[in-house]
Nanobody, 126 residues
């Protein structure tokens, strides 16, 4: 079956960097757009960014643009989220997800995603 497993979360200080990984199995990785979301306590799940199956198209939410970088490694079936200049407001549970929607117009909606990881906690202390 399909599994998405995130790793790399933890407790860091404001201004630090952190890289999350999401290892995918049970699916044809290159056919799926991979998205990153986050959810803080009491808030809705928020789209952070997405990368197309080929890696040619990448989109970011305005709140992380210029600080976060999404990449994917097809040989490892893994997608990454490099987070730089972290702020306290970045504290949340981070999720990766997979969707067959190739058009970025659909990427921001969680309901468009077929599969989700279990999430990894990122805590940024100020």
């Amino acid at each position: 079956q399909v599994q998405l497993v995130e790793s790399g979360g933890g407790l860091v200080q404001a201004g630090d960097s952190l890289r999350l990984s999401c290892a995918a199995s049970g699916l044809i990785f290159s056919t799926y757009t991979m998205g990153w979301f986050r959810q803080a306590p009491g808030k809705e799940r928020q789209f952070i960014g997405g990368i197309s199956g080929s890696g040619d198209t990448i989109r970011y939410a305005d709140s992380v643009k210029g600080r976060f970088i999404i990449s994917r490694d097809s040989a490892k079936n893994t997608v990454y989220l490099q987070m730089n200049s972290l702020k306290s407001e970045d504290t949340a549970v981070y999720y990766c997800a997979a969707t067959l929607y190739s058009s970025h117009y659909y990427w921001e909606r969680p309901e468009r995603y077929n599969y989700w990881g279990q999430g990894t906690q990122v805590t940024v202390s100020s």
